[in-house]
């Protein structure tokens, strides 16, 4: 299924369409990735809106959507993708560098407020 989760409407798609076929969620995979790969001097705020709401905003509301989901299972587990750029510096890599930095700080703070649920979050950086 394809959806734009930088958007409301993007992320609600998905999660309405897991509901209607299965009643619930086990696992999500958050691993959207998009970015405006230029050097930080000359990035636009369009493109830092873009790549934020993409990278690391679709983490934290897609959670708030999957966490009922999740809650009719008794838990579940969800994975999100990072990457090194979020720890060392890349070339022409400021704004997802810095997106991926904010996604793996969601991820901790989610895994803490969801670990009394029995939801499980980590984050992978291949």
């Given at each position: ?40 001097l ?40 990072s ?5 060392r ?9 810095a ?28």
């Open positions: 299924m394809k959806a734009n989760v930088g958007t409301d409407d993007g992320l609600d798609h998905p999660i309405s369409e897991v509901e209607k076929h299965f009643g619930a969620l086990d696992i999500m995979i958050c691993n959207a990735a998009s970015g405006y790969n230029r050097p930080a000359q990035q636009k705020p369009r493109g830092w809106d873009w790549t934020i709401n993409i990278n690391a905003r679709s983490l934290l509301f897609a959670n708030q959507r999957a966490d009922p989901l999740m809650g009719k299972r008794g838990g579940g587990a969800i994975v999100s993708i990457t090194p750029g979020s720890f510096v890349l070339p022409d890599y400021v704004v997802v560098g997106s991926k930095a904010a996604l793996k700080a969601l991820t901790r703070y989610l895994a803490v407020e969801l670990a009394e649920k029995n939801i499980i979050v980590n984050a992978v950086s291949p």
